[in-house]
């Protein structure tokens, strides 16, 4: 159930594929599938050009992009709890470590850590074949 009471109101068949027609046309076609912050009056007009269409609120709209992603279709499972293994967090604070490590150049133009580049992973497969 969402925590959103405009949502609570099943959306039919037509009004999604509407909603996903309109969303395309207005803003997929036009600036790609990443529209960010830089766009919100983008976004705005489209939602504003959805609701006009299915006659409701532009909160009902937004309440369902939020929730189902421009495809107004179905809601997006959330993502739950994740818990990192010891392993990858050893490895993550390696990685730290040998990043500190580097020197301003390597820094800049974002070379790997010593013993982290994809030629240092040869040399070291090929020391231990």
């Not at 309109?22 to 766009?39: A, K, L, M």
């Not at 983008?42 to 369902?64: M, W, Y």
Request: one cysteine or more; aromatic letters at 8%.
């Amino acid at each position: 159930m969402s925590k959103r009471p405009w949502n609570n109101v099943a959306w039919q068949e037509w009004e999604i594929g509407l909603a996903a027609e309109i969303w395309q046309r207005e803003v997929t076609d036009i600036y790609g599938d990443d529209v960010g912050h830089q766009r919100l009056g983008i976004v705005a007009r489209a939602e504003t050009l959805i609701a006009k269409a299915l006659n409701c609120s532009v909160s009902r709209v937004q309440g369902r992009r939020v929730d189902c992603g421009p495809s107004f279709d179905k809601p997006r499972q959330s993502q739950g709890s994740f818990r990192a293994s010891s392993a990858a967090i050893i490895e993550r604070d390696r990685r730290r470590d040998a990043a500190d490590r580097r020197d301003l150049t390597a820094t800049f133009f974002g070379d790997p850590p010593s013993g982290y580049s994809a030629l240092d992973r040869k040399i070291g497969a090929a020391h231990d074949a």
